[in-house]
């Protein structure tokens, strides 16, 4: 869960108090799933009003992407 949700996976970081894996990671899970269905993935090539260009990052919560264009722009 934590790898599909891009958080860091160092045990300390993903970790509650009690040592074992924070339930809000497995609480958020679904949603997380659903909302990222809907972005475009990663790596494919699109066409946007500024030129072609291939998806380079997703931001699931704030349901934005990151396009870096055959022009080098981002």
């Not at 300390?12 to 108090?17: D, E, L």
């Not at 380079?56 to 722009?73: S, Y």
């Amino acid at each position: 869960m934590a790898k599909e949700q891009n958080l860091a996976l160092n045990p300390s970081k993903i970790s509650g108090v009690c040592g074992r894996l924070m339930c809000c990671l497995s609480y958020e899970f679904p949603t997380y799933m659903e909302l990222k269905k809907n972005l475009p993935k990663v790596g494919k090539h699109i066409v946007t009003k500024q030129g072609k260009g291939k998806i380079i990052r997703q931001n699931v919560l704030n349901q934005t992407i990151t396009v870096e264009l055959e022009e080098g722009e981002k």
